[in-house]
Nanobody, 118 residues
Framework: QVQLVESGGGLVQPGGSLRLSCAAS????????MRWYRQAPGKQRELVAA???????NYKDSVKGRFTISSDNAKNTVSLQMNGLKPEDTAVYYC????????????WGQGTQVTVSS
């Protein structure tokens, strides 16, 4: 059984920063890609950032230059440093990972709320 547990959400003023973290635990043989998604009220879930092999990254255009994704393969963790936050970044943020146990499976975290408001 694999679990993804997120932490670090909260309320922040526009222009502020937050750091989200996600830890994967369980019978993990390998992790291919770790991602952060977000879902705002009334909107579809969207990919924010992804990291593969601990090095190859890609970002949603609207967060480039403000958000940084990083991972620690030894600890099976992924983080999202969010700077210059805007009200439109308000959403529930979900960690996602493609993990090898007995086969490759996609797992989701429970989500953490990020609210950007003055």
């Amino acid at each position: 059984q694999v679990q993804l547990v997120e932490s670090g959400g909260g309320l922040v003023q526009p222009g502020g920063s937050l750091r989200l973290s996600c830890a994967a635990s369980g019978s993990i043989l390998s992790i291919r890609t770790m991602r952060w998604y977000r879902q705002a009220p009334g909107k579809q879930r969207e990919l924010v950032a992804a990291i593969t092999g601990g090095a190859e990254t890609n970002y949603k255009d609207s967060v480039k230059g403000r958000f940084t994704i990083s991972s620690d393969n030894a600890k099976n963790t992924v983080s999202l440093q969010m700077n210059g936050l805007k009200p439109e970044d308000t959403a529930v943020y979900y960690c996602h990972a493609t993990i090898l146990t007995t086969s490759w499976v996609d797992y989701w975290g429970q989500g953490t709320q990020v609210t950007v408001s003055s």
